[in-house]
C-alpha cells in the first residue's frame, strides 16, 4: 500500500509527475497520431520555397510500390495500403499457424491553383522517409524586385 504524507503548505510530497501519469487515460484513442480506425497516421511535413514544394511523409517498413501519390487539380493526395500474410506449418501438418496484418492511410493537401509543374514532380523513398518535390511553374516563380534607374 502507497501512502502520501502531506507537508504544512499542503502539497503532496509525492512528485506531480507521477500524479499526473497515474490520472491520464492510457488508452486515449482521440490522439492527434491516430486516425478515426484507431490506426497510426504518419507525420507529414510540408515545406515551400521560392522554386517549389518539398513534402516529406515517415512511413518506416513500406515499400515504395506501396505508395499511390496523385495530384489531381490541385489536391495533392498521397495513399498507402500494405498486407503480409504469413502461414507456419509444423511437421505433417499438425498445426498452422497463420497471422497478417493491413494497414492503410491517405492525406489529401490542397496546393494553391495553379502553380505546380505537374511534368517534373519527383518522388522517392528510402529508409522509411518518402520525399516529393513539386517544383512551381517558371511564371509563378518569386522574382526577386528589380531596380528601377531613376533619370
Not at 8 to 30: G, I, M, T, V, Y
Not at 98 to 122: C, G, H, T
Amino acid at each position: 500500500m502507497l501512502s502520501i504524507r502531506k507537508n504544512e503548505n499542503r502539497s503532496q510530497s509525492f512528485p506531480r509527475l507521477f500524479d499526473d501519469f497515474l490520472n491520464r487515460e492510457l488508452f486515449n484513442w482521440e490522439n492527434s497520431n491516430f486516425s478515426s480506425t484507431s490506426t497510426t497516421v504518419p507525420s507529414i511535413n510540408i515545406k515551400e520555397t521560392d522554386k517549389n514544394f518539398e513534402v516529406e511523409v515517415a512511413a518506416p517498413g513500406l515499400d515504395k510500390k506501396d505508395f499511390n501519390v496523385t495530384l489531381d487539380d490541385n489536391l495533392l493526395t498521397i495513399s498507402c495500403t500494405k498486407s503480409t500474410t504469413k502461414e507456419d506449418k509444423g511437421e505433417n501438418d499438425t498445426y498452422t499457424r497463420r497471422e497478417f496484418s493491413y494497414q492503410s492511410f491517405q492525406r489529401s493537401f490542397e496546393l494553391p491553383k495553379n502553380v505546380a509543374d505537374e511534368d517534373n514532380i519527383n518522388a522517392h523513398y528510402e529508409n522509411g522517409l518518402l520525399r516529393l518535390s513539386i517544383p512551381k511553374k517558371e511564371e509563378t516563380k518569386q522574382k526577386e524586385p528589380k531596380l528601377i534607374e531613376i533619370k
